[in-house]
């Protein structure tokens, strides 16, 4: 294996690695060691990533100050309507590590299908004022900006939210709490489906992965003991909306098993995209048009809830 991708795969698993060694060495109940564990976690990138070559002019920044966020908080957003002005509309939420300046190149790709997006940077991320971030505190973000995104795209029909990585696990969690509130007022959910790409069941999941696979202690209950959960395999079920999960079958952080129990455990209408040759970050480059067709299928899909059974369709990966 060349060294490079060596360097690489260490800077990634060593945090998460360095998360277990943490929690099976200290209490629980202690806040340096939650403060810890979300700082290996979110592991945040100061300043513009290397490979990023600035943004087009019809793209629009701006910040989201909610009134529930503390003096000096925000979210910088990003806002890059699509050609086209009746087109549907995608609320981007991205994973760990990289700020909105990591994120563009994908952006660009959804803009390119067609799409408006609407992008964040979680609070403590770029340009965005707050603390270091928590798993309570990027759902919050998640709300503020899809209460943003409803204005953006007045049309429930158009709206779709995407969320790569652990993103994935944040638009897990809001869209299943539309379906909630959605259900509990006996009226539609207020988007139409639901995207997520190189994701986990749980961090629990992914973290005993990482252990499992480079430290002797497999025996231990590693996922009990985080106190940052993400379990979006127990979430995914009451989301009530079309679905597509995308993978890549060559990603060396998260095994694309993932994405299929969270595709199993989902209602229809659904459908598994897993991409040969995809790693963590190009399955949408990689996948090409069988990505954007898949997304144009999403769109045509018809809500409803129904059990456990998956269509033909669904079954298409």
Not at 183 to 202: D, M, N, R, W, Y
Request: net charge neutral.
């Amino acid at each position: 294996m060349p060294s490079a991708l060596l360097t690489r795969l260490r800077r990634r698993w060593l945090p998460l690695l360095c998360m277990v060694a943490l929690v099976v060495g200290l209490p629980a109940s202690c806040g340096t060691l939650k403060y810890k564990e979300r700082e290996l976690l979110f592991r945040i990138e100061p300043g513009t990533a290397s490979w990023y070559s600035g943004l087009p002019q019809d793209v629009q920044e701006f910040d989201i100050q909610p009134p529930g966020f503390k003096a000096g908080q925000n979210l910088h957003a990003w806002w890059w309507p699509a050609a086209r002005r009746d087109a549907p509309s995608i609320l981007y939420l991205h994973g760990v590590r990289w700020n909105l300046t990591g994120q563009a190149f994908r952006i660009e790709q959804l803009r390119a299908m067609g799409y408006s997006v609407l992008a964040i940077d979680y609070r403590g991320f770029g340009q965005s004022k707050g603390d270091l971030p928590s798993e309570a505190s990027v759902y919050e973000d998640a709300r503020a900006a899809w209460e943003r995104f409803t204005v953006m795209q007045p049309d429930a029909g158009k709206r779709l939210i995407y969320g790569h990585s652990l993103g994935g696990a944040v638009a897990i969690d809001l869209a299943a709490d539309l379906a909630a509130e959605a259900k509990k007022a006996q009226v539609a959910v207020p988007v139409h489906g639901l995207v997520i790409e190189s994701t986990f069941t749980s961090l629990g999941d992914a973290v005993a992965e990482v252990a499992g696979n480079n430290l002797p202690i497999n025996w231990l209950p590693v996922r009990w003991l985080l106190s940052q959960k993400f379990d979006s395999i127990d979430k995914i079920v009451d989301i009530d909306m079309p679905l597509l999960v995308v993978h890549g079958l060559a990603d060396p952080f998260m095994p694309s098993r993932f994405s299929q129990q969270l595709f199993n455990a989902a209602n229809p209408p659904k459908r598994l995209l897993l991409i040969p040759g995809g790693t963590h970050n190009n399955s949408m480059s990689l996948g090409g048009n069988q990505y954007r067709q898949a997304l144009d299928g999403l769109m045509k899909a018809k809500p409803q809830i129904a059990g456990p059974t998956v269509s033909r369709d669904a079954q298409d990966s």
